[in-house]
């Protein structure tokens, strides 16, 4: 069974960074399709930062591309999302999510994941 444990979540004003961090618990990070989403209250959960296989093929949506990147931490079996220029528009939970792999391909919409954190929030003030 594969656990995705987040932290790194918090406050702090438009223009700050954070980095978030996915720990995976089970399995080696290399043998899943990893990404990020976040939920905003009323809203969808969407993707930020999607489709990591260990490469460089990760989905950003034009709302974070350039501001978000994924990075890996092979000895801690660790995904982070590192978030710059920060907008209050930024404020949602933040969910790290995973599936396991099937080929060179991973998908970047959310039905295809069906591991899951428990997210960590993330507000950005104004």
């Known amino acids: 069974q594969v656990q995705l444990v987040e932290s790194g979540g918090g406050s702090v004003q438009a223009g700050g960074s954070l980095r978030l961090s996915c720990t995976v618990f089970?399995?080696?990070?290399?043998?899943?399709?990893m990404g990020w989403f976040r939920q905003a209250p009323g809203k969808e959960r969407e993707a930020v930062a999607v489709?990591?296989?260990?490469?460089?093929?990760?989905y950003y949506p034009d709302s974070v591309k350039g501001r978000f990147a994924i990075s890996p931490d092979n000895a801690k079996n660790t995904l982070y999302l590192q978030m710059n220029s920060l907008k209050p528009e930024d404020t949602a939970m933040y969910y790290c999510?995973?599936?396991?792999?099937?080929?060179?391909?991973?998908?970047?919409?959310?039905?295809?994941?069906?591991?899951w954190g428990q997210g960590t929030q993330v507000t950005i003030s104004s």
């Open positions: 999510a995973a599936y396991f792999r099937r080929g060179s391909y991973c998908d970047s919409h959310k039905s295809a994941y069906n591991y």
């Open positions: 089970g399995y080696s990070y290399s043998m899943l399709c």
């Open positions: 489709g990591f296989s260990g490469g460089d093929n990760v």
